[in-house]
Nanobody
């Protein structure tokens, strides 16, 4: 089971730290992925991190502003979001994948968590 948290309402230029807690699985054996879905749009890839944290990849739209990290001892994966823009407004979801992919796709995810809403005001 995956549970995302940390969303909220923030002004443009601000920061948020999202967290995803995992339970009931061998967390450290899974690649973790963040996706987001803006109103009226399809769910899209945001960031991914390998099982040991050594490999990461980001969507071009968030590179340099978002940082994904994980703590296998705590079964958590975080997404630090800086320099927020109104276009970052979306529901953010964490997911677990069995393979590391530079561009994860929705259909490949083994598990999904419930999302957390991020709203950025201009």
């Amino acid at each position: 089971q995956l549970q995302a948290s940390g969303g909220g309402l923030v002004q443009a230029g601000g920061s948020l730290r999202l967290s995803c807690a995992a339970s009931g699985h061998t967390f450290s054996s899974y690649v973790m992925v963040w996706f987001r879905q803006a109103p009226g749009k399809e769910r899209e890839f945001v960031a991914t991190i390998s099982w040991n944290g050594r490999s990461t990849n980001y969507a071009d739209s968030v590179k340099g502003r978002f940082t994904i990290s994980r703590d296998n001892a705590k079964n958590t994966v975080d997404l630090q979001i800086n320099s927020l823009k109104p276009e970052d407004t979306a529901v953010y979801y964490c997911a677990a994948d069995r393979l590391y992919r530079t561009l994860p796709d929705l259909a490949s995810m083994a598990y999904w968590g419930k999302g957390t809403q991020v709203t950025v005001s201009s």
